[in-house]
Protein backbone atom coordinates (compact mmCIF):
# COMPACT_ATOMS: atom_id res chain seq x y z
CA UNK A 1 0.00 0.00 0.00
CA UNK A 2 1.46 3.42 -1.08
CA UNK A 3 0.76 6.27 1.32
CA UNK A 4 2.18 9.98 2.13
CA UNK A 5 2.41 12.49 4.89
CA UNK A 6 3.65 15.86 5.38
CA UNK A 7 6.03 17.18 7.72
CA UNK A 8 6.45 20.92 9.26
CA UNK A 9 9.60 22.07 8.60
CA UNK A 10 10.92 24.65 11.15
CA UNK A 11 14.33 26.61 10.12
CA UNK A 12 17.48 25.93 10.85
CA UNK A 13 17.87 21.89 12.02
CA UNK A 14 15.49 19.42 11.47
CA UNK A 15 16.49 15.46 12.07
CA UNK A 16 13.58 13.53 9.75
CA UNK A 17 12.50 9.83 9.22
CA UNK A 18 11.14 8.81 5.72
CA UNK A 19 8.42 7.37 7.26
CA UNK A 20 7.94 5.56 4.06
CA UNK A 21 9.96 2.22 2.73
CA UNK A 22 10.81 2.57 -0.86
CA UNK A 23 8.08 1.15 -3.53
CA UNK A 24 9.02 -1.99 -4.37
CA UNK A 25 11.98 -3.07 -1.49
CA UNK A 26 15.48 -1.85 -1.95
CA UNK A 27 16.63 1.70 -0.03
CA UNK A 28 15.05 4.85 -0.64
CA UNK A 29 17.13 6.97 -2.95
CA UNK A 30 17.87 10.49 -1.38
CA UNK A 31 16.82 11.98 -4.47
CA UNK A 32 13.32 10.31 -3.96
CA UNK A 33 13.12 11.63 -0.19
CA UNK A 34 10.65 14.81 -0.94
CA UNK A 35 8.05 15.77 -3.91
CA UNK A 36 9.43 19.07 -3.30
CA UNK A 37 11.86 20.48 -5.54
CA UNK A 38 12.02 24.01 -4.50
CA UNK A 39 14.15 23.98 -1.37
CA UNK A 40 17.01 26.80 -0.94
CA UNK A 41 19.51 26.16 -3.40
CA UNK A 42 23.33 27.80 -3.53
CA UNK A 43 26.61 26.50 -4.65
CA UNK A 44 27.79 25.21 -1.56
CA UNK A 45 26.13 23.40 1.73
CA UNK A 46 27.00 26.96 3.55
CA UNK A 47 24.33 29.03 1.27
CA UNK A 48 21.69 26.17 0.53
CA UNK A 49 19.85 24.23 2.19
CA UNK A 50 21.63 20.68 3.02
CA UNK A 51 20.81 17.31 4.27
CA UNK A 52 23.21 15.48 6.30
CA UNK A 53 23.91 11.69 6.71
CA UNK A 54 25.59 9.87 9.48
CA UNK A 55 27.81 7.28 8.11
CA UNK A 56 30.24 5.11 10.66
CA UNK A 57 30.67 8.29 13.36
CA UNK A 58 30.71 11.26 11.05
CA UNK A 59 28.93 13.35 8.20
CA UNK A 60 27.97 13.19 4.90
CA UNK A 61 26.22 16.65 3.49
CA UNK A 62 24.39 16.86 0.29
CA UNK A 63 23.57 19.99 -0.89
CA UNK A 64 20.69 21.63 -2.78
CA UNK A 65 21.84 23.22 -6.42
CA UNK A 66 19.95 24.79 -9.02
CA UNK A 67 21.13 24.96 -12.87
CA UNK A 68 18.93 25.23 -15.81
CA UNK A 69 18.13 21.32 -16.74
CA UNK A 70 16.67 20.36 -13.16
CA UNK A 71 17.02 20.56 -9.38
CA UNK A 72 19.07 18.37 -7.35
CA UNK A 73 20.50 17.36 -4.15
CA UNK A 74 24.67 17.11 -4.45
CA UNK A 75 27.80 16.32 -2.89
CA UNK A 76 29.91 18.23 -5.43
CA UNK A 77 27.20 20.84 -6.85
CA UNK A 78 27.82 19.15 -10.64
CA UNK A 79 26.09 15.72 -10.34
CA UNK A 80 22.56 14.76 -8.99
CA UNK A 81 23.90 12.31 -6.21
CA UNK A 82 22.95 8.39 -6.51
CA UNK A 83 23.13 7.98 -2.70
CA UNK A 84 20.86 6.41 -0.68
CA UNK A 85 19.18 6.03 3.06
CA UNK A 86 19.00 2.99 4.33
CA UNK A 87 15.82 1.45 5.93
CA UNK A 88 15.07 2.31 9.47
CA UNK A 89 17.75 5.57 9.28
CA UNK A 90 17.44 8.99 9.73
CA UNK A 91 18.94 12.32 8.47
CA UNK A 92 19.07 15.98 9.05
CA UNK A 93 17.68 18.57 6.99
CA UNK A 94 18.84 22.06 7.30
CA UNK A 95 16.19 24.48 6.07
CA UNK A 96 17.57 27.88 5.48
CA UNK A 97 13.70 29.59 4.84
CA UNK A 98 10.84 29.95 7.45
CA UNK A 99 8.53 27.44 8.74
CA UNK A 100 7.32 25.18 6.03
CA UNK A 101 5.69 21.88 5.04
CA UNK A 102 7.18 18.59 2.59
CA UNK A 103 5.84 15.53 1.64
CA UNK A 104 7.27 12.24 1.98
CA UNK A 105 5.52 9.44 0.25
CA UNK A 106 6.49 5.64 -0.60
CA UNK A 107 5.17 2.11 0.56
CA UNK A 108 3.80 2.18 3.98
CA UNK A 109 5.56 -0.32 6.30
CA UNK A 110 2.95 -2.51 8.21
CA UNK A 111 5.50 -5.52 10.21
CA UNK A 112 7.93 -5.06 13.51
CA UNK A 113 11.08 -3.83 12.62
CA UNK A 114 14.41 -5.11 13.65
CA UNK A 115 17.77 -2.99 13.86
CA UNK A 116 21.26 -3.81 15.12
CA UNK A 117 22.75 -1.38 16.67
CA UNK A 118 26.57 -0.08 16.41
CA UNK A 119 28.67 1.13 19.70
CA UNK A 120 28.46 5.33 19.74
CA UNK A 121 25.40 7.19 18.78
CA UNK A 122 23.00 5.36 15.87
CA UNK A 123 20.85 8.17 13.94
CA UNK A 124 17.54 6.24 13.73
CA UNK A 125 13.90 6.67 12.35
CA UNK A 126 10.67 6.19 13.38
CA UNK A 127 10.09 3.68 10.54
CA UNK A 128 5.93 4.20 10.64
CA UNK A 129 3.95 6.96 9.73
CA UNK A 130 2.26 6.84 13.40
CA UNK A 131 3.25 8.08 16.97
CA UNK A 132 6.02 5.54 18.07
CA UNK A 133 5.83 4.93 22.44
CA UNK A 134 9.78 5.24 22.93
CA UNK A 135 8.79 2.35 25.54
CA UNK A 136 8.13 0.16 22.87
CA UNK A 137 11.81 -0.29 21.63
CA UNK A 138 13.15 -3.18 23.29
CA UNK A 139 15.81 -5.62 23.07
CA UNK A 140 15.38 -8.41 21.03
CA UNK A 141 15.34 -11.53 22.66
CA UNK A 142 19.21 -12.86 24.09
CA UNK A 143 19.99 -9.08 23.61
CA UNK A 144 19.94 -6.32 25.92
CA UNK A 145 20.46 -2.44 26.46
CA UNK A 146 22.64 -0.84 29.55
CA UNK A 147 20.77 0.49 32.47
CA UNK A 148 22.35 3.27 34.51
CA UNK A 149 21.09 5.91 36.93
CA UNK A 150 21.47 8.58 34.51
CA UNK A 151 22.14 9.18 30.69
CA UNK A 152 25.62 9.69 31.42
CA UNK A 153 25.79 5.67 32.51
CA UNK A 154 23.29 3.88 30.38
CA UNK A 155 21.96 3.62 26.74
CA UNK A 156 19.93 6.79 26.09
CA UNK A 157 17.59 8.40 23.64
CA UNK A 158 17.73 12.21 22.03
CA UNK A 159 15.60 13.51 20.15
CA UNK A 160 15.82 17.05 18.27
CA UNK A 161 13.04 19.45 18.73
CA UNK A 162 12.71 22.94 19.32
CA UNK A 163 16.33 23.69 18.76
CA UNK A 164 17.47 21.35 21.45
CA UNK A 165 17.41 17.53 22.20
CA UNK A 166 14.96 15.43 24.66
CA UNK A 167 16.41 12.71 26.36
CA UNK A 168 15.60 9.65 28.00
CA UNK A 169 17.50 6.95 29.67
CA UNK A 170 17.31 2.74 29.87
CA UNK A 171 16.66 1.87 33.90
CA UNK A 172 16.36 -0.79 35.45
CA UNK A 173 13.79 -1.65 38.36
CA UNK A 174 11.91 -4.61 40.57
CA UNK A 175 9.00 -3.42 37.59
CA UNK A 176 11.22 -4.29 34.55
CA UNK A 177 13.65 -2.36 32.11
CA UNK A 178 12.40 0.58 31.01
CA UNK A 179 12.88 4.16 29.39
CA UNK A 180 13.02 6.85 31.81
CA UNK A 181 12.91 11.08 31.92
CA UNK A 182 13.71 10.96 35.53
CA UNK A 183 14.97 7.21 36.63
CA UNK A 184 11.60 6.27 38.23
CA UNK A 185 8.57 6.42 35.94
CA UNK A 186 8.53 4.81 32.35
CA UNK A 187 7.82 7.44 30.13
CA UNK A 188 5.18 8.28 27.98
CA UNK A 189 6.64 9.86 25.42
CA UNK A 190 6.55 9.08 21.36
CA UNK A 191 8.45 10.00 18.70
CA UNK A 192 6.02 11.49 16.04
CA UNK A 193 5.81 10.31 12.95
CA UNK A 194 8.84 11.77 10.22
CA UNK A 195 10.95 12.32 13.15
CA UNK A 196 14.44 10.46 13.97
CA UNK A 197 16.28 10.02 16.88
CA UNK A 198 19.87 9.20 18.48
CA UNK A 199 20.24 6.02 19.95
CA UNK A 200 23.24 5.88 21.98
CA UNK A 201 25.09 2.56 22.28
CA UNK A 202 27.70 1.92 25.45
CA UNK A 203 28.65 -1.30 24.84
CA UNK A 204 28.70 -4.02 22.10
CA UNK A 205 26.34 -4.03 19.30
CA UNK A 206 22.82 -5.16 19.99
CA UNK A 207 19.61 -6.01 18.43
CA UNK A 208 16.73 -3.97 18.99
CA UNK A 209 13.01 -4.36 18.19
CA UNK A 210 10.55 -2.08 16.86
CA UNK A 211 6.77 -3.08 16.96
CA UNK A 212 4.29 -1.86 14.23
CA UNK A 213 1.55 0.64 15.48
CA UNK A 214 -0.47 -0.67 13.43
CA UNK A 215 -1.36 -3.78 10.81
CA UNK A 216 -3.17 -3.08 7.22
Excluded: C, H
Amino acid sequence: MVGYNKVTLTKGYNMLSPMFVNVGGGNKAIVDLFNEDDFTAGESSTEADYISLWYAGGYQDLYFFSTDANNAWSSDGFEETEDDLPENVGFWLYNRGGERTVTLSGEVPTEDVTITLTVGYNLLANPFSAPLPVSSIVPTQGNTLKSGESSTEADYISVWRNGGYDSLYFVSSDAGDTWSEDGFEETDATIAPGEAFWLYRRDSAAEIKIPAPYAL
